[in-house]
């Protein structure tokens, strides 16, 4: 495993992106050089625009340059994203426009603590009629020339910093629908083959899983692990014939169970090949720590989650 940093993948690619897409813009909340949104506007300074601490003013001016044909990057921490949720909603959301949200600082942010941890995103933005990714590192790249191309408003979810699994995925492109609006997405992927349980997770959450899946091993439990980069849409299909074979299932989030990706897979599941669940996430209030100790706090860290499975799975 490598330490990379995804704001810095995204901002090496939407300045690519630049060159290739003339009316991508980017704006920012006076955080430009926390979302590595530097390298873009040296190169396009009339394409780029510090809004400054105004998330909600950031979002109705991406509005407007939507409906002129411009395509909006708007760059926040995830945790800011909810003071401009009516602007997200009215303005962007209900009236489909393409502006793509770009969420740094997602899940745990160490020691700024509870004030700044970006544990809620996901499920509030995921209510609205709006595309919604948590990529790991892997596919980053790939999500963000994909929403160049794909014209739906957008959520992406980034992290201070994740860890590389050095597994390039073969990506695939779906088609699915947002209110009967075609959406491309990338489909989910399986990490690993295994026979006794099937776990789900995407993000930075991606690479403890896969460490988990070695160490359930040592338990004799032979692990699935499959990607789900698009919560929504949620593309069901490998999911259920995994759970077809294992008859399992956990999910692994580093976010809070509601609104979630394990809320997103379990409700699907229920409906279609109900089985028996379990889901690991954030709850409570997390203070301030280094992101190995709030993990293991909120019993997501590796030794935790191979306990509690292995534990489960006994019951």
Request: hydrophobic share 35%; net charge neutral.
């Amino acid at each position: 495993m490598e330490k990379v940093n995804p704001r810095k993948v995204f901002g090496k690619t939407i300045a690519k992106l630049g060159e290739m897409y003339p009316e991508i813009v980017v704006l920012d909340a006076d955080l430009g050089s926390s979302t590595c949104t530097g390298e873009f506007k040296k190169r396009f300074p009339e394409r780029y625009k510090d809004c400054g601490v105004s998330e909600q003013d950031m979002m109705g001016t991406a509005a407007g340059l939507a409906i002129t044909g411009k395509k909006p990057y708007a760059c926040t921490f995830a945790i800011f994203i909810g003071r401009a949720w009516e602007q997200i909603r009215q303005s962007i959301a209900y009236q489909g426009l393409d502006v793509k949200i770009i969420g740094t600082h997602g899940g745990f942010v160490g020691e700024d603590g509870k004030s700044h941890h970006g544990t809620e995103d996901v499920g509030i933005i995921r209510t609205l009629p709006m595309v919604c990714v948590v990529p790991s590192v892997e596919e980053l790249e790939e999500v963000l020339y994909l929403t160049a191309e794909d014209k739906n408003p957008t959520y992406i979810r980034l992290f201070r910093q994740s860890d590389e699994m050095k597994i390039k995925p073969e990506i695939k492109i779906g088609r699915g629908f947002i209110n009967g609006k075609g959406a491309w997405y990338i489909k989910p992927y399986r990490i690993k083959e295994g026979r006794d349980v099937t776990l789900v997770s995407n993000g930075r959450m991606l690479s403890k899983a896969f460490n988990l899946t070695k160490e359930l091993g040592l338990y004799g439990i032979d692990a699935e692990l499959i990607s789900i980069p698009y919560v929504k849409p949620l593309d069901d299909e490998l999911v259920i014939e995994s759970l077809k074979k294992t008859g399992k299932l956990v999910t692994i989030e580093e976010h809070r169970k509601e609104g979630g990706l394990g809320e997103a897979v379990s409700s699907v599941v229920s409906e279609k090949y109900p089985v028996k669940t379990k889901g690991l996430y954030i709850s409570g209030i997390i203070g301030s720590g280094k992101c190995s100790e709030l993990y293991d706090f909120s019993g997501l860290s590796v030794p935790r989650m191979k306990e509690e499975i292995y534990r489960w799975l006994k019951d």
